[in-house]
């Protein structure tokens, strides 16, 4: 397995080569300046890394979905939406909020806090409903507008899994859903566009041509900002709109809130006017349900009035400064009173490889701990960890800033010598991404390593090297 110093090495250097063979100078002295420069150590800074903060929870999914539907929802439903799990606080306000009253929101929490499943159940209880009552058919219920196609591409695995699931779950419950953006082939001749591989590739519930995304419309469609713009302007793809069609558009959803400010958030604004319009014209009578997600938007509780003005702008609906969703956190627990050694976060590892819990009863025994009954391995310890004092500092300073690795390591790992803690820490990360919290299954730690390179025109002016500067302008001046 490759380590973590190991990795940033590799990048680091692949970066160096690049540079080193891309920008290639004639001049003898100018090259071997720039070399020394970029050997200098100064190109990368980190890894630095973050933790996720532990979000308050709510209900069970299953249990609000119950509450919300006027009619016992399917066994096979429930399941293939996670119903077992635990919600966070701030994605049970935003169902409750969008399927149960109606109304406008926007989720403005941190990364990796779920904001993808607070706009997205309640679209998919508004499916289930309509099928419930035989109004499900072809038609555009959601639309989901993403500022990059990769985070467009990332949702469509999702939809995928959670129809693959529904049929695994036995339940009599379909919905589709299409991508269409500029890749997205007209039909299955469309070579230019790889239509074989689109079709070979083809998800559960998913339409991967234009032509039947136009013949039979999705009932959630993901696209892009330039692509909506054609869609309203082309006659081919009106039947979205036509045919009694634009009744059944409901719900607007814009990703990434946080990036439409200045032009172009007017840009976007009057862009979803027009939807807006060309919709009502083409018979859509009841309100629409608007959802903006960011996780940048807002600092604080101080934020809401602002947040609540800027949606309104760019959806021309009327938001609430209540109808801003905000992440509560939890604070770590601090009940760790032992200290691991590298030794038993090895057991540790192995016991969840290895699935047998022998290891970690021995381990408990020998620190007095009285381990719980009926837990799984990932649960055991995920338990012991809780009772790790590295882990539990571990834990509160990287939830609280992103920190330097190498200095994270020796703040944790004083103890042992320095070519060990950044491989120690690495690996008690990797433990922590594995445990789990034993009150409510989710993983102990959830964190992400930034690693950052400088560009070019950064690290040149970033050295103050005269003679690079000189001789580099000189150059571009012939």
């Not at 190109?43 to 509450?67: H, I």
């Not at 929490?109 to 058919?137: D, M, N």
């Amino acid at each position: 397995m490759v380590m973590l110093e190991e990795l940033a090495e590799q990048v680091e250097e692949r970066y160096r080569r690049y540079l080193g063979t891309t920008f290639y100078f004639k001049d003898p002295d100018l090259r071997k300046l720039f070399q020394e420069a970029l050997n200098s150590g100064h190109l990368s800074k980190g890894p630095y890394l973050e933790g996720t903060p532990v979000f308050k929870r709510g209900k069970k999914a299953s249990e609000l979905f119950q509450e919300l539907l006027p009619d016992k929802a399917d066994e096979g439903f429930l399941k293939a939406l996670w119903g077992d799990r635990l919600l966070y606080l701030h994605q049970e306000r935003s169902i409750q909020k969008v399927f149960g009253e109606s109304r406008n929101v926007v989720v403005a929490t941190g990364t990796a806090s779920g904001k993808t499943e607070a706009f997205l159940y309640p679209i998919l209880l508004h499916l289930y409903q309509e099928f419930r009552t035989g109004q499900l058919g072809p038609g555009v219920r959601a639309l989901i507008l993403y500022p990059m196609n990769a985070l467009a591409n990332d949702q469509r695995e999702r939809l995928g899994a959670v129809c693959k699931r529904l049929q695994e779950a036995g339940s009599s419950f379909r919905f589709t859903f299409g991508q269409y953006i500029g890749e997205t082939p007209e039909d299955e001749n469309d070579s230019e566009r790889h239509a074989r591989d689109h079709i070979a590739n083809r998800l559960h519930g998913e339409l991967v041509l234009r032509k039947e995304i136009r013949e039979n419309p999705p009932h959630i469609l993901l696209t892009n900002y330039s692509m909506l713009e054609y869609l309203l302007i082309r006659p081919h793809d009106s039947p979205l709109f036509d045919n009694e069609r634009a009744q059944w558009w409901t719900f607007l959803v814009i990703d990434e809130a946080h990036q439409y400010r200045g032009t172009k958030g007017i840009e976007m604004g009057m862009l979803i006017r027009r939807l807006k319009r060309r919709l009502i014209e083409g018979g859509r009578t009841g309100p629409f349900r608007c959802i903006a997600t960011s996780a940048t938007i807002a600092g604080g509780e101080s934020d809401r009035s602002l947040v609540a003005k800027f949606a309104t702008d760019l959806f021309g609906e009327n938001f609430l400064k209540e109808d801003m969703i905000l992440g509560e956190t939890e604070p770590i627990p601090d009940l760790g009173r032992i200290d691991f050694s590298p030794v038993e976060y090895q057991s540790l590892q192995q016991a969840l490889a290895s699935g047998s819990d022998q290891e970690l009863s021995e381990i408990a025994c020998h620190f007095e701990l009285t381990m719980p009954e009926g837990f799984g391995v990932s649960m055991a310890v995920g338990f012991l960890l809780q009772h790790d004092r590295r882990s539990t500092k571990l834990c509160q300073i990287i939830t609280r800033e992103p920190k330097e690795v190498a200095v994270l390591a020796n703040e944790i790992f004083p103890d042992l010598s320095e070519e060990k803690r950044v491989k120690t820490l690495s690996e008690l990360v990797g433990l922590l991404t594995k445990a789990k919290e034993p009150s409510s299954d989710a993983p102990l730690l959830s964190a992400r390593y930034h690693f950052f390179l400088r560009s070019l025109r950064a690290r040149i002016t970033g050295f103050h090297h005269p003679a690079i500067l000189y001789k580099f302008n000189w150059a571009k001046s012939w």
